[in-house]
T-cell receptor, first 115, second 114 residues
Framework: AQSVTQLGSHVSVSEGALVLLRCNYS??????LFWYVQYPNQGLQLLLK??????LVKGINGFEAEFKKSETSFHLTKPSAHMSDAAEYFC?????????????FGKGTKLSVIP | DTGVSQNPRHKITKRGQNVTFRCDPI?????LYWYRQTLGQGPEFLTY????????KSRLLSDRFSAERPKGSFSTLEIQRTEQGDSAMYLC????????????FGEGSWLTVV
């Protein structure tokens, strides 16, 4: 069974500081990994995804994430936080096996950006 | 590309009433998913369609829940005899073969059972 653990339900950073949101996964087969962002009262927007190509993945809005198989991690980073980055971020995993399309999400990390 | 469309966006209903949500996926997307999200939690998978066939159902989908996608285009999610525990946001998503396994989500439909 798949699972996703996001360390820290709430992270606060100063504007301009590094953003680091942590995600660890467990999966019995090679996974596909995703980061989504959710603004208040809205649906989820895809930030980036890892699907067994390059381990360093670049996404929208200056975010990137690195797949580390040895650490079973897929942490999300951004060099310099902007006020507009304040939102909730969800890490998700999906088995790469054929016929499996279900995403398993972590509980989310709420990012606050302090001016 | 108008995105995944869901309606109604908000629904308040009395306990015991039936409610139905509609989802229109992105055009040409043959896969459609329903998820449920409660406050402070990540989305939880409910069910998945490929064209009109319902291929996966979560244990979360009790007998009071039914989803359909009759013509392989839009989908409905009906909740019968609603309970307060059904209060949540119901998210629809869609994807297409060859889209790099990307699942696109709609804005969600909020349900409040009073």
């Amino acid at each position: 069974a798949q699972s996703v653990t996001q360390l820290g339900s709430h992270v606060s950073v100063s504007e301009g500081a590094l953003v680091l949101l942590r995600c660890n996964y467990s999966s019995s087969v090679p996974p596909y990994l995703f980061w989504y962002v959710q603004y208040p009262n809205q649906g989820l927007q895809l930030l980036l995804k890892y699907t067994s190509a390059a381990t360093l993945v670049k996404g929208i809005n200056g975010f990137e994430a690195e797949f580390k198989k040895s650490e079973t991690s897929f942490h999300l980073t951004k060099p310099s936080a902007h006020m507009s980055d304040a939102a909730e971020y969800f890490c998700a995993v999906r088995d790469s096996g054929a016929g499996s399309y279900q995403l398993t999400f972590g509980k989310g990390t709420k990012l606050s950006v302090i001016p | 590309d108008t995105g995944v469309s869901q309606n109604p966006r908000h629904k308040i209903t009395k306990r015991g009433q039936n409610v139905t949500f509609r989802c229109d996926p992105i055009s040409e997307h043959n896969r459609l998913y329903w998820y449920r999200q409660t406050l402070g939690q990540g989305p939880e998978f409910l069910t998945y369609f490929q064209n009109e066939a319902q291929l996966e159902k979560s244990r979360l989908l009790s007998d009071r829940f039914s989803a359909e996608r009759p013509k392989g285009s839009f989908s409905t999610l009906e909740i019968q005899r609603t309970e307060q525990g059904d209060s949540a946001m119901y998210l629809c998503a869609s994807s297409a073969p060859g889209s790099g396994n990307t699942i696109y989500f709609g804005e969600g439909s909020w349900l409040t059972v009073v």
